[in-house]
């Protein structure tokens, strides 16, 4: 019962669950994965017990993008989502707009879900302008239970991002590196617990 229990915080943990593309930190954003197709995080859930976590996104032309997400090696927990992109975000004009499918399958303690999201990029001005827009996300989600969620992503630096959400039950936050635009090195707290992880992007169009 207690791994079963620890199983569920885990896929609860993935399931609405790579950066700046189909999620913030846990909840969905209106924008698809791009120019890269692939991105692949691993990384570790801190806690008793400690948890290894895989997230896959794959970007299938320009709509549709499928999310894979594996909780624990040897007592796995994986998790299936689907987003598509209603309209493409134009920058400066019109946010993006994207509705999916959380946990296809079914495999969580919270079930197949459903969401809508919205975001929208506000450039970072200043006496140093930064190459990075501040970042609003915000959406709907239902299933079997249903809730509003809000999150932002704000640039300090070319290269380090703080990024802050309300997922409708709690607060998240992360601290995320981005030494080139292929890599990022991310530190968070998510649902109270330690998250470590890296992630690499692939295949740019």
């Not at 932002?152 to 997922?167: C, I, K, S």
């Amino acid at each position: 019962m207690r791994l079963q229990r620890w199983l569920a915080v885990g896929g609860a943990a993935t399931a609405i669950s790579v950066a700046s593309a189909d999620r913030l930190i846990e909840i969905p954003t209106g924008k698809l994965l791009y120019p890269e197709r692939m991105a692949i995080e691993a990384g570790v859930l801190a806690g008793a017990p400690e948890r290894e976590r895989v997230l896959v996104n794959f970007r299938i032309g320009n709509l549709w993008e499928v999310q894979g997400a594996r909780t624990g090696f040897d007592s796995r927990l994986e998790v299936y989502n689907l987003q598509y992109s209603l309209y493409p975000e134009i920058p400066g004009y019109a946010p993006g707009v994207s509705v999916g499918v959380v946990d296809a399958l079914n495999r969580t303690a919270q079930g197949r879900g459903y969401f809508v999201a919205i975001s929208y990029g506000i450039a970072a001005l200043g006496e140093t302008p930064l190459d990075h827009d501040l970042r609003v996300h915000l959406g709907f989600s239902g299933g079997q239970t249903s809730r509003f969620f809000l999150g932002f992503d704000v640039p300090l630096t070319n290269q380090l991002f703080l990024r802050a959400e309300h997922t409708g039950e709690q607060i998240n936050a992360a601290l995320a590196w981005r030494p080139n635009n292929l890599t990022e090195v991310r530190g968070a707290v998510i649902r109270g617990r330690t998250s470590w992880s890296i992630m690499i992007r692939l295949w740019a169009d």
